[in-house]
T-cell receptor, first 113, second 115 residues
């Protein structure tokens, strides 16, 4: 079974631009979560989608948004990029049931100049 | 707000030695996860601990959970160089009902095992 895939793997943007990251979950998984990883703040939860609905949201500004499609693929969007948005963005998928393991993708490395 | 604290954050040890990484969390939860991350790579799931007293072992790694003490441990037995990585514990705040909620991660333990 193919794992979680994320595109693109690397991205360079400038301040003020916007960016869209994509995540394809493991086949059959209906839940997709997004995390931001930085050296200073560590791993922080962004949001979770299940069956096209946002089920949970972390403590991030409204510039961070996401969505999930009917095939469970998910995108996250960051508008008006700031230098501090430079990070590794990780997507994780799970079946969506309680007590379920989340499987992480390789991540998208975003650099904001 | 759920807080997850790992210690130590950095650990350099010799091969064949034993050591334990500790993970404390601040609110009630009965779902705790351990992940491994190699440099430049994503997170690899190691263990899922779902109940008080749960113990799981894989090779030289053993994880346990004490929900009353809000403590999980990851024990490394007779360490080998291949275990060098960063280890994260993560706790599921769990809002009830079905489905996985966001995980709160510890800051990670950077483990270096020297020959």
């Amino acid at each position: 079974k193919a794992g979680v895939t994320q595109t693109p793997r690397y991205l360079i943007k400038t301040r003020g631009q916007q960016v869209t990251l994509s995540c394809s979950p493991i086949s059959g998984h209906r839940s997709v979560s997004w995390y931001q990883q930085t050296p200073g703040q560590g791993l922080q939860f962004l949001f979770e989608y299940f069956s096209e609905t946002q089920r949970n949201k972390g403590n991030f500004p409204g510039r961070f948004s996401g969505r999930q499609f009917s095939n469970s693929r998910s995108e996250m969007n960051v508008s008006t990029l700031e230098l501090g948005d430079s990070a590794l963005y990780l997507c994780a998928s799970s079946l969506g049931l309680a007590m379920d393991t989340q499987y992480f993708g390789p991540g998208t490395r975003l650099t904001v100049l | 707000e759920l807080k997850v604290e790992q210690n130590p954050l950095f650990l350099s040890m010799q091969e064949e030695k034993n050591y334990t990484i500790y993970c404390n969390y601040s609110t009630t939860s009965d779902r705790l996860y351990w992940y491994r991350q190699d440099p430049g790579k994503s997170l690899e799931s190691l263990f899922v601990l779902l109940s008080n007293g749960a113990v799981k072992q894989e090779g030289r790694l053993m994880a346990s959970l004490d929900t009353k003490a809000r403590l999980s441990t990851l024990h490394i037995t007779a360490a080998v160089h291949d275990l060098s990585a960063t280890y994260f514990c993560a706790v599921d705040a769990g809002k009830g009902g079905g489905g996985a909620d966001g995980l709160t991660f510890g800051k990670g333990t950077h483990l270096i095992i020297q020959p």
